[in-house]
């Protein structure tokens, strides 16, 4: 009866893109179920989850929102 | 002091409703700080609920997206 | 396909208990469930319900440990 | 690795707004990732803060929707 | 920066095991992380896994413990 | 009304301690607690913070175990 919660920023993953796409989602439920039916032997069937798509305003790292940082990085040593 | 998370998909719970109605919120919401009274005493005001509303695509279930998974179980054996 | 989260203090809810039982966390479950069933008309079976016990150090309201605040509470004006 | 969750209700903070601003959302990522150095000597790069707005409707205190409980209140003895 | 919390019950996964394995953690955690990896380009190293073991008292389905509705579902009809 | 959650490795923080200790906790509790009062001018008793311990196993970084993966950083390149 696992629960996989899988919280990522709202964004898409290539050019053009302003957000996860449906297919991306429908993997990552394939992919996580199946991770937990080959570890754990839990049936497929016993499974949930849930996608929490974040606004990158609303995700901190570093002390700075998302975006800040990862400019930051890229601009800076790190 | 108790936390009750209540997450359901964005759907109505009939014809012609597209999502939960703020009066089903308003029941959920009084429920649940009912049931933690009369289970552990817990008085209504030290009670907070949280009702989270995921989208269809954003959960899976039995390894797929919510709504292939339950089209599949309404076609097929289970 | 609800997720129910209930987090409560790892207490007893009366004299001579020192935590939840297993009697009151059945309740619970049967109670999270029932409401989602009278509510959004949702399947038992489709209903998980998950109880996280947390230690009173663990928990803060109005600034401090839970069980100071309580006391501050009991013994103060409010 | 510290990860902080921040859930608040969807509303503004004074006259005039509507919803938590980028600058008091930055405000809660310094402040909370600050924290976690000063108490546990978490770098500021190893913190994750993730926000979450939720809707008044999905905010239950009291027994109530958060508004109405809120109202109550006022207009009440407590 | 993605978070992925998987919650499981605390059970062994084989005969003479009464909790997941410290080697069945590694390789949630590894699968996991590699699953954004695969699916949304995220880099490991941006990547939390978090795993919350849940005792089976404090698991519902099917409105019982968990323990309990799993002995009817093998028991009953369905 | 918020909710702060605090998720941390189940560690001291400093020679000697094992874990994360009361003081330091109550330290987490009034600093989230403040912080929530001084950007969203929140009253103190409005605020719940609850401080979730995960064991140093259940928390992976970069697709290792934390530990396996802070060996990793402090040895190699990064």
């Known amino acids: ?18 957000s996860v796409t449906a297919e991306e989602k429908a ?16 049936p497929l069937e016993s499974t949930f989850v849930v996608i929490e798509e974040v606004d990158t305003d609303n995700w901190g790292w570093g002390g700075l929102p998302a975006l800040e940082y990862r400019k930051q990085r890229a601009a800076g040593g790190k």
């Open 27 to 42: 993997r990552l439920i394939a992919g996580a179920s199946q991770l937990l039916l080959d570890v754990l032997h839990k």
């Open 1 to 18: 009866m696992p629960i996989v919660t899988i919280q990522v920023t709202r964004e898409g993953s290539g050019p053009g893109r302003t």
